[in-house]
């Protein structure tokens, strides 16, 4: 089986690489620019330079390498930048999906597609899988889009997931346990949302959750998250408890006192039954999950 990454410089695509070679697939890892993966999660891995935007690239190196599956794990995926340049995120986010399933269909190429909570306009969270999309900012709105895009395909699978923490094996990258560690670690005071609802999850459950997918070769929408629901100031609770830091530099806050470009919806969050009972998913808790981050 030959499976072609999108986006493997980033968070997700860097473990996506490493598990499926671990696997024992033939893996050709896709990324904007040169190869940031180490030589030893690269395995035995090909990388071909491929920005999605491009459309002529994207039909030379998948016709050249004609996969059985394409996990498409590359995107603009900040959503304030989506939001401040909406042109961008529309090429990135839906155009450069559409030059992918082009091609997949004419090579019978399976895609799994990586999407997000931010479909939802967060009203009435956490969600299954048969919850009605309605994004609240453009890069909801660019991944709701892509999905209709993926959908079109005879072979095909959407993978929405949320909040994702852990290392990055190519440097380091922030998110939501390093922002807290690092700031109650420095004596800064932070503000913390605690209206919003999410299901952090955990990098490496979300790429084994993908390769279940993958062995199952499961078809339709999965949620993959993790499956406590906090706010994020419980998140930076948590977070403080582990390292013992100094909670009372956090303060609890409405998102409402934020001015961030890009509307947040409040509350998401996954059900993810669906994963557990027909792929066997079963990821750690929070906890769990930090003390893998900064324990091994
Ligand atoms: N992180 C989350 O909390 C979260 C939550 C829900 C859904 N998701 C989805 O999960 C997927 C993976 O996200 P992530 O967390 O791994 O994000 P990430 O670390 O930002 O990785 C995204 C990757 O996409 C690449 N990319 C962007 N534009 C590209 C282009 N034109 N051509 C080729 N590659 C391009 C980036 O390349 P560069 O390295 O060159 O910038 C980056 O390596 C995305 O589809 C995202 O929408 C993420």
Not at 134 to 162: C, F, H, M
Not at 165 to 186: H, P, Q
Not at 272 to 291: M, R
């Amino acid at each position: 089986m030959k499976i072609l990454i999108t986006g493997t410089n980033g968070l997700l695509g860097q473990y996506l690489v490493r598990d499926c070679v671990q696997k024992g697939y033939t893996v050709v890892a896709t990324g904007r620019g040169e190869c940031k993966l180490s030589r030893d999660t690269l395995g035995n891995a090909v990388y071909k330079k491929m920005d999605i935007t491009d459309k002529v690239a994207v039909e030379t190196v998948l016709m050249e390498t004609r996969p059985d599956i394409i996990i498409h794990a590359a995107a603009m995926a900040q959503p304030d930048a989506c939001e401040l340049d909406r042109a961008a995120c529309s090429v990135t986010n839906v155009e450069a999906t559409r030059y992918i399933c082009d091609v997949a269909e004419s090579i019978n190429a399976k895609v799994i597609y990586i999407s997000t909570d931010f479909v939802f306009d967060g009203k009435s969270g956490p969600y299954n899988e048969e919850g009605i999309p309605d994004p609240v900012n453009y890069y909801g709105q660019s991944k709701l889009d892509a999905e209709k895009i993926v959908q079109q395909l005879p072979k095909w699978t959407i993978v929405r997931t949320i909040l994702v923490y852990g290392n990055i094996l190519t440097g380091a990258r922030s998110n939501i346990v390093t922002w807290v560690k690092d700031n109650l670690e420095k004596g800064n005071n932070i503000k913390v949302v605690n209206d919003q609802v999410r299901t952090p999850t955990y990098v490496e459950d979300l790429s084994r959750g993908i390769l279940l997918v993958v062995e199952k070769d499961a078809e339709g929408i999965y949620h993959i998250s993790g499956k406590e629901v906090f706010t994020p100031y419980e998140i930076a609770l948590q977070i403080a408890d582990f390292f013992g830091l100094d909670k009372s530099l956090m303060e609890k806050v409405d998102a409402s006192v934020f001015t961030q470009p890009a509307v947040r919806p409040l509350k998401t969050g996954f059900i993810i039954e669906k994963a557990e009972k027909e792929l066997g998913f079963n990821p750690v808790s929070f906890k769990e999950g930090i003390s893998k981050i900064f324990q091994g």
